[in-house]
Each structure stands twice: as C-alpha cells, then as structure tokens.
C-alpha cells in the first residue's frame, strides 16, 4: 500500500495489561491530530487478532512501547520486545521503540531493557526513546 494512502498515522502496540500509557498518550495524540489504532480490547480474538492485522499492515508508523503491564509476576511483553526489534532492524524509517523503564522492575530486568535500549539505538536509522513525549519528535 502507497505511503499516502495508509489509514492511520500510528499503531499502537507494545505493552498492555494494567498500564496506562495509552491513556496518557491518546489525549495529546488527539489534540495533535494524529490518527492512531488502538489493539486493546475487552476481549481477545481472533477478530481482534484479524483488525490488528490489518491496522499495522494500514500504519505509517509503528510505536511499540515496553513498560511494566501493572501485573504480579509479569513485567513486560516478550512478544512486544520482539516486536520493536524486528521493526527497528528491517524498518526504522517507520518503527518507534520506546522503552518506560521504572524503578519498580526488577533490577536485572532493568539492566537488560538498558542494554536492549542501547543496542536498537546503534542500528542506522533507529527510532529509539525513554519517554512517550520523545516520539514526537517522529511523527
């Protein structure tokens, strides 16, 4: 599909669960202008599966955030991580990586979303941040 024609500005993945940094992105995405599709859903299938599909296929930029979900036992999406990397590796021109890093994760895990952070950012062309107010600079 022609860049001009894609149907949203910017897909939001990454990290869901109980964190809230869609919520505190949408509101500024909106006044901004900016249109984006939301994956999160009440309940996961293969519907959601298929609308999500076809969202990132119609995306011009593809944000995966890496944050702490808010669950017991459970710090970040390995599939979002994995997501983030493929994108930055076979298409920076149009992959955010944005990695929340708190204080509230495990030290180890901590250290290793540095080094991940670090790494990603060394590819040519990489879009890679710490902050939701950095992607900015992108879009």
């Not at 929340?100 to 030290?107: C, H, R, S, V």
């Given at each position: 599909m022609a860049e001009h024609l894609k149907k949203y500005d910017l897909f939001l993945g990454g990290?869901?669960?109980n964190s809230r940094w869609r919520?505190?992105?949408i509101p500024i995405l909106e006044t901004k202008g900016i249109i984006y599709f939301?994956?999160?859903v009440a309940e996961w299938n293969?519907?959601?599966?298929k609308r999500e599909d076809e969202a990132k296929q119609n995306s011009h930029f593809m944000l995966f955030?890496?944050?702490d979900p808010n669950k017991n036992g459970q710090h970040i999406s390995a599939y979002s991580l994995v997501e983030a990397t493929v994108g930055i590796c076979k298409q920076p021109e149009h992959t955010i990586a944005c990695f929340l890093i708190t204080d509230d994760m495990p030290q180890h895990l901590q250290s290793a979303l540095k080094k991940c952070q670090q790494e990603l950012q060394q590819q040519?062309?990489?879009k890679v941040?710490?902050?939701l107010e950095d992607i900015?600079?992108?879009l």
């Amino acid at each position: 599909m022609a860049e001009h024609l894609k149907k949203y500005d910017l897909f939001l993945g990454g990290t869901c669960g109980n964190s809230r940094w869609r919520r505190r992105l949408i509101p500024i995405l909106e006044t901004k202008g900016i249109i984006y599709f939301n994956p999160v859903v009440a309940e996961w299938n293969s519907t959601a599966q298929k609308r999500e599909d076809e969202a990132k296929q119609n995306s011009h930029f593809m944000l995966f955030v890496i944050a702490d979900p808010n669950k017991n036992g459970q710090h970040i999406s390995a599939y979002s991580l994995v997501e983030a990397t493929v994108g930055i590796c076979k298409q920076p021109e149009h992959t955010i990586a944005c990695f929340l890093i708190t204080d509230d994760m495990p030290q180890h895990l901590q250290s290793a979303l540095k080094k991940c952070q670090q790494e990603l950012q060394q590819q040519e062309n990489s879009k890679v941040c710490n902050s939701l107010e950095d992607i900015f600079q992108w879009l």
